[in-house]
């Protein structure tokens, strides 16, 4: 089967190589038919929707960053997110962030000889039109009109990247890496941008962004994902990553962590009272909301009682959720 280009999109006399993307950040896409007017949705979970705009029971929980940071802002977006899988609506940033995430994915698949930008270049509109004949759904996010403004921006993130590092001067370890361990007593889930080995056996951990580094205000964020893939390679390589690397694609700057084993294993503690806590959140159905400024970003407002909605009913904890913790083994009790 050839490729399908975007509605809008045009590279004239390029085709793009097909691509898959196979990193769930864009989940599926869906057609809403319950709120008037049709609307694009997004399934966070990657499942498809139910009639009451649930997605449908998948893997069993697990701690990510991104679903920590979500119980720490507020504990129903998490079980929202989590548990219901509510539908939402991705973004043209996110798209384009799993477009450029996929392209330098398989930018190392290639030749170091061959990662040249003008690749890199191809790579993304291969991987967007992969998206588009996948999910046609995504033109509608975009906008036909604005499609070639989508691939620009995509192919500006790149051309920052390339005055970052030199992609054919090294061989990634891996990239894409799937962690799904438990360490620590709490189940573990991410996705490793890329894993670099030093001839030395230094181990290099990289994650891109492709939005613009974050403020002083903003840091503790950032550094609380790059700790949990510092304690991912700990308990999956058995070593302390030499230096953990955030490259933001929109401005150049990078953010670098050197993690130290006493440092991880008290950031373990901390994970393991977080996880203690959504634990007992699933076992009673108790997410409060807990309203604070990014609730201007939150999809949820319908449904949620700070802002005049209502709480649908507790679907019950996922399949394969533990027991809650007992007091007296809960360390975010202590
Ligand atoms: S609107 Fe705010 S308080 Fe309500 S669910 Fe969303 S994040 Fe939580």
């Given at each position: 089967m050839g490729v399908r280009i975007c509605p809008g999109y045009r590279a004239a006399g390029v085709t793009p190589p097909k691509l898959s993307?196979?990193?769930?950040?864009?989940p599926n896409v869906s057609t809403s038919a319950n709120a008037g007017s049709p609307m694009t949705t997004v399934d966070v979970s990657g499942a498809t929707p139910a009639s009451d705009g649930r997605g449908l029971a998948g893997r069993p929980l697990a701690l990510s960053p991104s679903r920590a940071a979500d119980f720490k802002q507020c504990p129903l977006l998490y079980r929202y997110r989590a548990i219901d899988r509510f539908a939402e609506t991705p973004t043209t940033a996110q798209t384009r962030g799993t477009v450029v995430h996929a392209a330098l994915e398989h930018l190392f698949g290639m030749p170091a000889s061959l990662r040249t930008r003008e690749s890199a270049e191809l790579l993304v509109e291969g991987a967007w039109a992969a998206m588009c004949e996948e999910r046609p759904e995504l033109a509608e996010i975009i906008g036909a009109a604005d499609d070639t403004k989508f691939i620009a921006d995509a192919h500006k993130l790149i051309a920052t990247y390339y005055t970052m590092e030199n992609p054919t001067a090294f061989e990634a370890d891996a990239v894409e890496e799937h962690i799904e361990i438990t360490s620590g007593g709490i189940r573990m889930r991410g996705f490793i941008d890329r894993v670099d080995v030093a001839p030395t056996g230094e181990v290099r951990v990289v994650d891109y962004k492709t939005g613009r580094a974050p403020g002083a205000a903003f840091e503790a964020k950032a550094l609380f994902q790059m700790k949990f893939y510092a304690l991912a390679i700990l308990r999956t390589r058995g070593v302390v990553p030499h230096r953990l690397q955030l490259m933001y694609?929109?401005?150049g700057q990078q953010l670098v962590y050197t993690p130290d084993r006493d440092e991880l294993e008290r950031f373990e503690r901390t994970l393991t009272a977080i996880w203690s806590a959504i634990q007992a959140a699933v076992a009673t159905g108790d997410f409060r909301p807990q309203r604070s400024?990014?609730?201007?970003?939150?999809?949820h407002k319908a449904r949620c009682p700070e802002f005049g909605g209502v709480i649908p009913p507790y679907p019950g904890p996922p399949a394969g959720s533990p027991p809650a913790p007992s007091p007296a083994t809960d360390p975010g009790a202590a």
């Open positions: 993307v196979p990193r769930p950040t864009l694609l929109s401005d400024r990014l609730c201007s970003m939150c999809e």
